[in-house]
């Protein structure tokens, strides 16, 4: 695939030419949530301009990218993509090596910051994707038993997991609100791993379980 220069005239700015132009050796990391997706989004783009690329998995799911890059592999020169597995103390190492020139990470707030002042001391590229803090509003003209389904797999999409997801407590402001999950019957249950009656999928790890458990469906 080539990627092609782009160039316009921008209203009072004047001619503008947009290049792809490789940085050098890329940092990807990504958590748990979506190994696959999160990974690649990362990757792909990356050797697409001709970086190369050390891929660090979250240590809670390192099999699915681990198994992704060997087939990979198999398709590009010796090098270009790589993956390094490890704990919590690999990412700081990595985030400060010199031998890296971007940094893209997608994680929390708190981690991204640390990755952003790690990185400023190489004065590396950085691309943060970061968890939010996402509101859910329900006006007050809304219809409870028309918006109950829907709001509730914004908020237990991928298990709860998601980092678009929401996850406000919903401020309620008329008391017919305060019924919108509906009778127990129709509410879901979200469990760790292997309890097959769980509604959603279950959750991947055991801290993303409890953090669901202080806000149960």
Known sequence: MELTEESWVQERVGQVVKRYVPLGVVCAISPWNLPFMLSFLKVLPALLVGDTVVRKPSPFTPLTVLRAVDYIRELLPPGVLNVITGGDRLGPWMTAHPGFNQIAFTGSTQTGRRVLGSASETLKHVTLELGGNDPGI????????????????????????????????????????????????????VRSGGDAGADPEPASVESAERGLGRNPA
Do not use: N, Y
Request: include cysteine; proline fraction near 13%; charge should be positive.
């Open 138 to 189: 329900v006006l007050p003209d809304a219809d409870p038993k028309a918006i109950a389904e829907p709001l509730f797999w914004s908020m237990f999409l991928l298990s709860g997991q998601g980092c678009i997801t929401l996850k406000r407590p919903l401020r309620l402001r008329r008391p017919g609100h305060l019924r919108l999950c509906g009778p127990p019957a129709a509410r879901r249950r």
